[in-house]
């Protein structure tokens, strides 16, 4: 590919990697456990693990929506593919394909809210689709669910965050 344009400094990071070297945890699976679901799952999003379950009788399945609290974080680790014809980059996990999901770290995300992030703010997740919008503890999104996740940086609609799942980094 022929580059589009030239920076002169590297990006900030990339939504899914970590933003951090803090202690990390994952989400436990069994035998045959999470697996991205039939709808695929979007990298640098939160996703929620449903039925079928693995051999240890836990979830197995991973998608970008679900209800309540989600079940972790889908961490960037080059995994995505590129599918769509012509395409530059791809973020989806196809169907079937193992996943990592991480319960606590420090990672970039995209705000996809309509409004700005504030230093310690919550981490909202979308219900639809798994993306990060911010506000104040206890506050009300519209079709997203209040994460244990917290804003490590401030950044407008659009732009890359720091999050972590524990305050103040």
Same mark, same amino acid.
């Given at each position: ?65 679900g209800t309540g609290a989600p ?33 606590? %770290? ?8 309509? *409004?700005?992030? !504030?230093? @310690?703010?919550? =981490?909202?997740? #979308?219900? +639809? ?13 519209? %079709? ?8 490590? *940086?401030?950044? !407008?609609? @659009?732009?890359? =965050?720091?999050? #972590?799942? +524990?305050?103040?980094?």
């Amino acid at each position: 590919m022929f580059p589009t344009t030239v920076s002169y400094a590297p990006a900030r990071g990339v939504e899914g990697d970590f933003c951090d070297s803090n202690p990390r945890s994952t989400v436990n699976a069994g035998p045959g456990g999470l697996v991205v679901g039939p709808a695929g799952a979007v990298i640098g999003r939160f996703c929620w693990a449903t039925a079928p379950n693995d051999g240890d009788g836990a979830p197995a399945t991973v998608t970008n929506s679900g209800t309540g609290a989600p079940t972790g974080f889908l961490h960037r680790e080059q995994q995505g593919l590129i599918t769509t014809f012509l395409a530059e980059s791809g973020m989806t996990m196809l169907p079937g394909m193992p996943v990592t999901l991480f319960k606590t %770290g420090g990672f970039w995300a995209r705000n996809a809210g309509s *409004s700005a992030s !504030a230093y @310690g703010n919550k =981490v909202f997740a #979308s219900n +639809t689709d798994g993306s990060v919008s911010f506000a104040a503890a206890g506050a009300t999104v519209a %079709g997203s669910t209040e994460t244990k996740w917290f804003a490590m *940086s401030v950044g !407008a609609a @659009g732009e890359l =965050v720091k999050i #972590s799942a +524990t305050p103040n980094g």
